[in-house]
């Protein structure tokens, strides 16, 4: 059974407009949670929103497009030609790091509580469990944990379905599937 929260969330987002911000990108058929990142960035109004994994940047895009405010990426492979692409944005930092360093959390955590997060990086039930840790606890109460790829691997499969949080299924926005954990 779904959460008061939940149950609003999935409400308010089952049908996405297409984002009318022309300076986003790496949109197409088969990511339409970018079209997600952009209004929820949009009508949550996050003071800081910090990304683990820009890849090619295009979900980045749709964070910074969708909020004025600060968006924190980081990635230990920042695709070419992202930076160039992304500097369009005055409210992106990009950071090349490994999202595992406690000590690159413990510097994203003196940037102030954490409102929305998106975790897009390894795949890989160790590798989440891992930034839960490190960064969930940053994540305000009332904030937002967003993932990609929860049904990508069998374990990643089994980590979400064990994951004991207020939480909700979003199957339509990727292939592998799209989660939301509320904070």
Known sequence: MLSERAASFAEKY??????????????????????????????????LTVELGTCTGGSTS???AGSENQVISID??????ARERLAIFP?????????????LAANVAQCGPIDLLFIDTDHVAEQVKAEMSLYGSLVRPGGLIL???????????GWWDELDEDKLELPDLHWTSFGAVFS
Do not use: Q
């Open 147 to 157: 993932l990609d790829d929860i049904r990508m691997h069998p374990c990643m499969s």
């Open 14 to 47: 089952r049908v996405l407009e297409p984002v009318p911000d022309t300076r986003v990108f790496g949109r197409d058929p088969s990511n339409p949670y970018y079209d997600l990142l952009y209004w929820v960035a949009n009508d949550f109004k996050p003071s």
């Open 62 to 64: 749709n964070l910074a």
């Open 91 to 103: 409210n992106i930092e990009l950071i090349h790091g490994d999202t595992r360093d406690p000590t």
């Open 76 to 81: 230990v492979d920042i695709r070419p030609g």
